[in-house]
């Protein structure tokens, strides 16, 4: 039987609200515009983090919202 989509490990609706609410709070926060370059890099984190097993909201908040990402050299 096929596997659903929940158990292929993509993200749940819940999921999907929750990293949109603190990447939205992140980029307010930072003053960040939600299509620059630093934007990007917080929902890349965000998600990295999220997949790395960081669920709670509030761990994810202080994990983005407060520090400030250095562009990477090339």
């Given at each position: 039987?096929p596997?659903?989509?929940?158990?292929?490990?993509?993200l749940?609706p819940?999921?999907?609200?929750?990293?949109?609410?603190?990447?939205?709070?992140?980029?307010?926060r930072?003053?960040?515009?939600?299509?620059?370059a630093?934007?990007?890099e917080i929902?890349?984190n965000?998600l990295?983090?999220?997949?790395?097993?960081m669920?709670?909201?509030?761990?994810?908040m202080?994990?983005?919202?407060f520090?400030?990402?250095?562009?990477?050299s090339a």
């Amino acid at each position: 039987m096929p596997k659903s989509v929940y158990d292929r490990g993509l993200l749940k609706p819940a999921d999907i609200a929750k990293l949109q609410r603190v990447f939205d709070e992140a980029c307010r926060r930072r003053e960040a515009s939600p299509d620059s370059a630093e934007a990007r890099e917080i929902a890349l984190n965000l998600l990295a983090l999220h997949n790395a097993g960081m669920i709670e909201e509030d761990m994810l908040m202080e994990a983005v919202g407060f520090r400030r990402l250095e562009p990477k050299s090339a």
